[in-house]
């Protein structure tokens, strides 16, 4: 059941899906002394005595009357007041977070998430199948605006992004790229991808959809088709650096007249089946092969690309410029938990005759095309070559059980990686946690600051073997309290980084920067030196992304019912302030296993205590 929220319906919406839409509040500017102050408490545990009070020097200036962090919060609250402006950030985020961002969208945007196996479909074309049906069943949900927005606590979230999910791409150019939208009711194809060959398949066949089992012969004809000869890796292009694929793109394009109409129908396409020819066994394969896979048998600028391995495995890869993970999670828990329990309308079990089979894309080319195919896969190679990732499956416990430690399981969560990499370091470091701001017009996300004076304390104390388990056990609350005192603000856009990010593009060209943008501890304070995430599905066996920074961890986790999830991610061997860690990721993953052991025994004994009562 939809809850009953406060926001009043719009009746003239186009549909359910966004019949809050227009009366959800706007993103709002912070109070400039309030985020100061949160600000000057988030750097207090990360810099020392003498570097705060530089810090403290630099923020007194930025607020004092008739100063320049005055006039800049006045420019911001203008712009965020502007009727023409629906979300003040939103311009300058996408392109400054995203599209204007030049570094491979593969490990450093792009996410995954790895299926669990379906019992049932062990075949790859029945899986893609199945799978396609599902997905397509979502996105008739979305394009008819008939979708039941998401709620948090009570009140309805922005379902704006929704519109960036099916037949879409995003487009390589300079010096940003560019968001393309295509008519979804038009365009009824999909595009498999078998061998690095490229084909059309469309998913109508006189105005009647294909069934499951008309979908199953399609894919098994593409994989007949493309047979056992690879074909040129166009799709590895996409796995470069974005002014380079502009380039390369532009040269494709170039190449043949009849380029322009291929490149259109893989962009226009409702989404993308990736048919690959790896068999990923572990779990930390699977989770590679979703993540970037052998980055030939992909077209990464497709916000959707649903993998489906050799052996029956399944992924899916979301390209993440104009869609966070929150509404993919959605649509992959449609997707997954929707063939589990057989909601899925598979239709008809007869195929009809006459569907036309799926029709190659071929892309006519020149030595300088393949030469920048050439150049692209040896690019991805060694970019891949240079990053590791693993999967913690902490099988121990999970919600069911934290809930009874009396806490919140995101906090636990959270207190368990900061433990976990101070056993490592021996320091706490700067750590972020994404909040959504989708109670917001477009909102996003926020940074919740994981690291405050209390989380450092609490590890401290979990590693003082002189402290009784009453005194770990305060000091892990009143971490608990303080990160979910921050994410509660963060949620309502009352963190500090979105917040100083529009001050900071509020100066004019040619403005002086204030000091406080200058501080060492500004830049050093969001340096990720842990970047973090949670979405969760008992569905899924592995979600995440690559690490913020090359000193630092990408730490993607799940907090199922009776298990959690890790996903470790950094570069091989990294280097952190000055000294080499072999297979750190490793370290890292065993570091935050320890931490779960440990903390779960220090609260079982409270548990237990109480249970004597």
Known sequence: MAPNPKTPVDPNAAGPMLRYQTNLPKLPVPDLNETLQKYLSSVRPLVSDEEFKRTMQAAKEFAAPGGLGQELQKRLLARANDPSIVNWMEEWWNDQAYMGYRDPVVVYVSYFFAYKDDKLRKVPAQRAAAITTAALEFKKLVVENKLEPEYAKGEPMCMDSYKYMFNNCRVANKPSDIATIFDPVKNTHIIAIRKNKFYFVDTVHNGVQLNTKELEQQFQRVIDQAGNIKGLAIGAMTTENRDKWTDFRQLLLNANPNNKEVMNKIESASFVVCLDDLQPITRDELCRAGWHGDGRNRFFDKPLQFIVFDNGRAAFNGEHSCMDGTATCRLNEYVCDGLARNLIKHGSNNVRSGIAAPQELVFIVNKEVEQAVAVAEQDFDALIGRHEMTVLAYKSFGKNLIKKFKCSPDGFVQMAIQLGYYKMFGVS???????????????????????????????????DPTLSNEQKIAAFRKA??????????????????????????????????????????????????????????????????????????????????????????????????????????????????????????????????????
């Open 480 to 613: 608990l309290k303080s990160q979910g005192a921050y994410m509660a603000e963060a949620v309502n856009n009352r963190g500090v980084d979105r917040h100083m990010f529009g001050l900071k593009n509020s100066l004019k060209a040619g403005e002086k920067k204030p000091d406080l943008f200058e501080d060492p501890a500004f830049a050093y304070s969001s340096h990720w030196f842990i970047s973090t995430s949670q979405l969760s599905s008992e569905h899924f066996d592995g979600y995440g992304w690559g690490q913020v920074v090359d000193d630092g961890f990408g730490c993607a986790y799940m907090i199922k019912n009776n298990a959690l999830q890790f996903n470790c991610a950094s570069v091989k061997d990294l280097v952190v302030d000055g000294k080499k860690y072999i297979n750190g990721t490793y370290q890292f993953k065993q570091a935050i296993e320890d931490a779960c052991d440990e903390m779960h025994d220090l609260l079982m004994t409270e548990v237990n205590a109480q249970a004597k009562l």
């Open 429 to 463: 470091r700067p750590t972020y946690e994404s909040g959504q701001t989708r109670k917001f017009q477009r909102g996003r996300t926020e940074t919740s600051r994981s690291v405050s004076i209390e989380s450092v304390a609490f590890v401290k104390a979990m590693e």
